[in-house]
């Protein structure tokens, strides 16, 4: 069999991977960063609920305060509604930053066991496998 027919079948076989296998091997590098993931799941939860919040505010603006014509008290209401925005809009932020910051550094990581794992080869190894392929599955693999 030729060479390019074997890289090609490589290729094929090595894109049959199952995604929860994938994910299953990944859950390793996410647990020294648990002190950060947790925290950014917790804000998930909490923007979901102050989500939830923003159309009951709406409602009971309409329902008591504006269908009714009492004007006492919308003021607050709307005070409460842009308040709950702004939580939403820095807890946005929070779980962003946390969640970014996480992927960096295991990627950091990922790329840090694949250089060592390639200092350890052997030559015969860069022989069989154009080096330039080698840098194209790191960068494009890890990045992905």
Do not use: C
């Not at 490589?10 to 647990?31: M, N, P, V």
């Not at 080698?134 to 960068?139: A, D, F, S």
Request: net charge positive; hydrophobic share 45%.
């Amino acid at each position: 069999m030729s060479t390019a027919v074997k890289q090609f079948h490589e290729e094929e076989a090595i894109g049959k991977t199952y995604d929860f296998q994938i994910a299953r091997r990944l859950l390793r590098y996410l647990r020294p960063y648990l002190r950060m993931l947790i925290p950014a799941l917790i804000l998930t939860l909490v923007l979901n609920l102050l989500g939830v919040l923003q159309p009951k505010f709406t409602q009971y603006a309409i329902d008591w305060h504006i269908l009714p014509r009492k004007t006492d008290g919308l003021m607050l209401l709307v005070g409460l509604f842009f308040g709950v925005q702004f939580l939403r809009f820095v807890f946005s932020y929070l779980q962003a930053v946390l969640l970014n910051t996480v992927g960096q550094y295991v990627m950091f990581d990922i790329r840090r066991e694949l250089y060592d794992k390639l200092q350890h080869q052997e030559v015969a190894y860069y022989d069989r496998n154009p080096v330039g392929r080698i840098m194209t599955r790191l960068t494009n693999d890890v990045d992905s």
